[in-house]
């Protein structure tokens, strides 16, 4: 009995003299894996900064152009608003009704194009 004894207790510290042996080698594997996917990782954040600052260059570049162009349009509103009422000034009803102003027609064309010029930019402004 105490033969059989020893042959279990022999392939009991075989088997785990083999399975230390096997984890060892499993553990170096798993960290040279991990060691790799820290210089996968490190890569990828090393090329995606220069294309995260690159976006905020170009939404920065963006913003000022929207913003220039914003300053613009309220520069051409001012303006037609502006040419609007000298023309509404010009063609008032009161200074130029009667037969002593033979230009009254061309005053009511005037104000016509005035309008007109208004509506147009009032839809293109909708769009």
């Keep these: 009995m105490d033969t059989v004894l020893g042959i279990f207790l022999t392939i009991l510290i075989i088997t785990a003299t083999v399975l230390c042996i096997y984890s060892i080698l499993v553990m170096k594997r798993l960290v040279q894996q991990v060691g790799e996917l820290q210089k996968d990782v490190k890569q990828l954040v090393n090329n995606t900064i220069p294309v995260l600052q690159n976006l905020n260059e170009v939404t ?4 000022r152009i929207v913003s220039s162009a914003e300053n613009y349009w309220e520069g051409i509103e001012r303006s037609i608003e502006n040419v609007r009422m000298k023309f509404s000034n010009l063609t008032s009803a009161s200074r130029f009704d009667g037969t002593e102003y033979p230009a009254s ?22 769009r």
């Design 60 to 63: 920065l570049k963006a913003n």
């Design 105 to 126: 027609n061309l005053i009511q064309n005037v104000k016509a194009i005035a309008k007109g010029i208004g509506a147009f930019w009032q839809e293109f402004r909708r």
